[in-house]
C-alpha cells in the first residue's frame, strides 16, 4: 500500500489542468476589462479619427465621451457584448493553449528528449494556434462590440447592431477582419512567449520559486506591450474595416492601400501610443488577477485529484 501512495503527486509537482488555467484566465480577463474599458473604448474612437481629432489623444477623447454621450454610460457602451468576448476568449485560449502545451510535452518526453521544455518555435506556435481556435467563435461578438463602441450616442443595442451587420453583409459579415485576425494571433503567442521567458530568467537571476503580483504586473504589461509594437498594424486596420464607413466596404489590402495613400505607412500606427497603454494595464491585471486565482484553483483541483487517485488505490486493493 506505501509503494502505490508513491503514485500520488506531491503539490509542488502537480499540474493545474487547463480547466483551472480557463478559468482563472476568463475571471482575470473580465476584472482586467471592468477596469481598462473606457482606454478600450477611446482606444477604438482614436483609430478611427481623423488627424485634427486624434490630437486631443487619449485623455481628451475620454473625457469628450464623457462629457458628450452620457457619462459613464457612454464609456462602458458596448460593455456586455464586450465582457462576452472576452470571457469567451480568455477562456477557449487558455484551454486550448495548456491542452496543447501538455500534449507537445508528452510528445517531446516520448520523443527522448532530455527536457520536455517547449523550444521558441512550439511555444510560439501553440500560442498562435490556441489563439485561431479562439477567435473563430469569438470574433462574431468582437465585431458587434466594435460597432457599438463606434456608434457614439446611437441608442442601438447588441441584437440590432447584429442583425444590422447580417443585413449590410450577411453571416460571413460576423467574420469581417478575420483574415488580419489570423496574423494577430501571433499576438497572444508572443506575449506569453516573451513573459515566460522574461520570468524564467528572471527567477533563475533571482533565486526565487514564484513572482510577487507586482513583478507579474510589471512582466506581463512589458510582453504585451512589446507583442502590440510588433503586430499594431493589423490591430488598426481589422478596428478599420469593423468600425470605419469606408472600411465596412472593403477588404483587409484595399483598406491597407486607401490607408497608406491618405497617411502614408505611419498611418497604420495610428492610435498606437493608447492601444499600448491600454494594453499595458489590460494585461497587467489580468495576468495579476489570473496567478492570483490559478493558485486557489490548484489547492482545489488538487485535492480533487488526490481524492481520485485514493478511490482508485483503495478499488485495485479489494
Known sequence: MQQKGADILPFEDYKLPPLGHAISGAVGSTVANLFIYPLDISTTRLQLKGDDEEKQGLLGTIVNIYLKEGGLKGLYAGLGSDTLATVLSSFIYFYCYTALRNVQERMNSNMGKSST????????????????????????????????QTAGQNEKGFK?????????????????????????????????????????????????????GLEVFLFSALSKSIATMITYPFIFLRTRMIGHKEGKQKGMVETLKHVIAKDGILGLYKGMQAQLIKGFFNQGIMYMIKDYVATYLALVFYQSYKLRMRAKLVSSAI
Open 117 to 148: 521544455h517547449l523550444n521558441i518555435a512550439q511555444e510560439l506556435f501553440l500560442g498562435a494556434e490556441a489563439a485561431l481556435i479562439s477567435r473563430v467563435f469569438t470574433t462574431p461578438v468582437s465585431n458587434v462590440t466594435t460597432r457599438l
Open 160 to 212: 440590432q447592431t447584429a442583425l444590422d451587420i447580417l443585413k449590410e453583409k450577411g453571416v460571413t459579415g460576423f467574420w469581417t477582419g478575420y483574415r488580419a485576425s489570423i496574423v494577430l494571433v501571433s499576438n497572444p503567442s508572443i506575449t506569453y512567449f516573451v513573459f515566460e521567458k522574461v520570468k524564467s530568467i528572471y527567477m533563475r537571476a533571482q533565486n526565487k520559486s514564484s513572482l510577487s
